[in-house]
Every structure is written in C-alpha cells, then in structure tokens.
C-alpha cells in the first residue's frame, strides 16, 4: 500500500512540474517546433477525415505564425470540419497512452512518428516552411529513437502527447471562443449547420477537458 501511495505522489509530482514547465514555456523557441506539430497533426486529421469519406487531400500548408490549411476536395463536409481540432486531441491521447504503456518500444513508435510526418510532408505539404520544417521535425524524431535510450524515447513520446492535448484545448479557445467572428473550423461547420460558431467551440472545448481530464484519472490510477 505505502508503494502505492508513493507512485501515484510520484506521479502528480512528476506530472505538475512537466505542467508547470510547460505552461511557463509555452511562448518560448524551446516548445514552438512542438506547437508547430499539432498544427500539423490538425491538419492531416482533416485530410484522414476526407479520405475516410470518399474524397481526397489536394495539399496542406502550414506557415510560421502557427496557422495551416488541410484543401480536400470531396468527402463528407461535417465529419473533415469536425476533425481538425478532435483529431489532434485524439493523436495526443493516444501517444499519451503509448508512452503511459510499460511494455511498449517507444523508440519503435517515435521511429514510426518520424517516419510517418518526413512521408506525409513529401507528399501533401505544399509550402515551404512547412515541407522543411516536417522533415526537420521527423528526422529529429528519428535521430532521438535511434541514439537515445528507453527513457528519452519514452519521456519525448509524453512530451508529445501532453504538448498535442493541451495545445488542442488552447487552441480551440483561441481560434473559437475568443474571436468568433475569424474563419476557423468552427465557423465553417457554422455556416454547413447553422449552429452559431461559439456553440462548437463550447462542444469541442468541453469535450477536449473531459477526454484529457480521463486521461490523467486513467494514468493517476495505474501509477
């Protein structure tokens, strides 16, 4: 029972100075290549949505002031809206959870990430900022699976993962609730459903609390 209780104190201290660090570096150059991912990560969730629905990936843009564009052509409107924000919370649970998981590789799986974002730059990354900078990032991940031990690939994996769920929620706030009237998602599944724009950002917003906040209780309670 004392080990128990240790863990799971090891765990919430472990957790709120990552926490704390990250929220107190957030607007540094050391988290910006971070943030730059899960725009990204918005972005492909679209083009999954799209794919998934029949219709296609024309090109993706991603720019340095953290903004991107998902162009899809056919697909179900509702459902590639819908993705972008949901999806890179989603990405960010799962690699939460992967890098939670005692017997998993992470280096196999970081290997996997890295692989997968050089690959899907080549192919549907559009601009020039974004093309260097998903194979700049994808190589970096490769070079830290490959060089580096269980607990960097392990400790780089939660990075991700916690950086892409916290992000999510961020930015929903930002581009949604604090300035309705900017095109956004949002406001794009507004005028497809007629739901005003601050509605879906309520939705999203309290779904993307709830999802992380099942996260940490799921974690907290196998520490």
């Known amino acids: 029972m004392k080990r128990k209780i240790v863990r799971k104190l090891r ?7 990552f926490f704390a660090g990250l929220w107190f570096l957030w607007d540094s150059p050391l988290v910006y290549p971070l943030k730059i991912f899960v725009v990204l990560l918005h972005e492909i969730s679209h083009g999954i949505a799209a794919l998934a629905t029949g219709g296609s990936i024309d090109r993706i843009t991603l720019d340095a002031q953290q903004g991107g564009a998902c162009y899809c052509a056919g697909g179900n409107p509702f459902m590639t809206l819908s993705a972008g924000y949901l999806g890179s919370l989603l990405w960010g649970g ?5 890098a939670r998981a005692k017997r998993m590789n992470t280096r196999w799986i970081n290997s996997f990430i890295g692989m997968a974002v050089i690959v899907l730059s080549l192919l549907y990354i559009r601009s020039g900022f974004g093309l260097i900078f998903g194979i700049l990032f994808g190589a970096s991940l490769l070079f830290v699976a490959q060089k580096t031990g269980p607990g960097v690939n392990r400790g780089a994996l939660f990075t991700l993962g916690l950086t892409s769920t916290l992000y999510a929620i961020l ?3 930002s581009d949604v609730l604090d300035r309705p009237e900017a095109v956004s998602d949002a406001r794009m599944l507004a005028d497809l459903t007629g739901i005003p724009t601050p509605v879906w950002g309520i ?6 609390i709830i999802f992380s906040l099942w996260l940490l209780h799921r974690a907290y309670e196998e520490a």
């Open 94 to 98: 799962l690699m939460f959870s992967l």
């Open 11 to 17: 765990f919430l201290s472990g957790f709120a100075v």
């Open 171 to 173: 930015d929903i706030k």
């Open 203 to 208: 939705i999203w917003t309290s779904i993307a």
